[in-house]
């Protein structure tokens, strides 16, 4: 099993570049199942939400609503891992050890330890610090 962190997310979801290219080539020749994490939902709602909060045109609320309808249609197409039990334990754990990178990483990361599966993560060095996780960068 991989899970695709936030970054590498919005990278597929943009369809663009090199980078793009170099992962859409791995994840087609991947025989494990790809997976995205409610944190990566959350994530993305919550921008998504704030860019129509903030749109003053109609034109603008209509492009940030078209936006979020995508969003929330591409998550329905997706397997997504939930912050269970299981995740919470490994968040108290990492948090108890001190491992210091942001709030919602951590969660990230606590979902992929409790299912034993691989990041897939543009952002090696922050994950790099969390002891037992398997994170690769399949963008370079």
């Not at 899970?3 to 859409?24: F, I, M, N, S, W």
């Not at 210091?100 to 979902?111: F, H, N, Q």
Request: hydrophobic share 45%; aromatic share 8%; net charge neutral.
């Amino acid at each position: 099993m991989v899970v695709l962190d936030t970054d590498v997310l919005t990278l597929h979801q943009c369809r663009k570049g090199d980078q793009y290219a170099r992962l859409e080539a791995r994840l087609a020749t991947c025989e494990q199942e790809v997976y995205v994490t409610i944190v990566s939902f959350e994530e993305q709602m919550r921008g998504w939400m704030a860019s129509c909060a903030k749109a003053k045109k109609p034109e603008d609320y209509a492009t940030a609503t078209r936006r979020l309808n995508e969003m929330l249609e591409d998550f329905g197409n997706r397997a997504v891992l939930l912050f269970d039990d299981r995740a919470v334990a490994e968040f108290k754990r990492l948090k108890a050890a001190k491992v210091r990178i942001g709030t919602m990483d951590l969660r990230i990361a606590s979902i992929v330890l409790a299912n034993s599966a691989i990041l897939i993560t543009r952002n090696l060095r922050d994950y790099e610090q969390v002891p037992g996780l398997q994170a690769e960068d399949w963008t370079t």
